[in-house]
Nanobody
Framework: QVQLAESGGGLVQAGGSLRLSCSAS????????VAWFRQAPGKEREFVAA????????SAAESVKGRSTISRDSAKNTVYLQMNSLKPEDTAVYYC????????????????WGQGTQVTVSS
């Protein structure tokens, strides 16, 4: 069983940047698909970005494409989400999730989740 812990959230002004970290323990996630999701109050959890297992192939939601970069540091068993040009609509709790066997990017495709980190973007 893998444990995931997000960090790096906080309060930032619009136009600013944050780097979120997803650190894993219990087993390696270097061969997992790891994704970031976010959930704003009153809204469903939505996909943000992912790095596919056994590769460096990444995907990002249209809402963050061009403003975000997901990367993996296998030596640190950590996945990062760099977010730039932040907007107030990026305000949400950001979660990382890992899945060894699946290929989908829906929340139901991921078995392991972190507790989330709050990102608040002020206008």
């Amino acid at each position: 069983q893998v444990q995931l812990a997000e960090s790096g959230g906080g309060l930032v002004q619009a136009g600013g940047s944050l780097r979120l970290s997803c650190s894993a323990s219990g087993r390696t996630i270097s061969t997992d698909t790891v994704a970031w999701f976010r959930q704003a109050p009153g809204k469903e959890r939505e996909f943000v970005a992912a790095v596919r297992r056994f590769s460096t192939i990444t995907s990002a939601a249209e809402s963050v494409k061009g403003r975000s970069t997901i990367s993996r540091d296998s030596a640190k068993n950590t996945v990062y989400l760099q977010m730039n040009s932040l907007k107030p609509e990026d305000t949400a709790v950001y979660y990382c999730a890992a899945e060894h066997d699946g290929l989908g990017y829906q929340p139901s495709d991921f078995a392991s989740w972190g507790q989330g980190t709050q990102v608040t973007v002020s206008s």
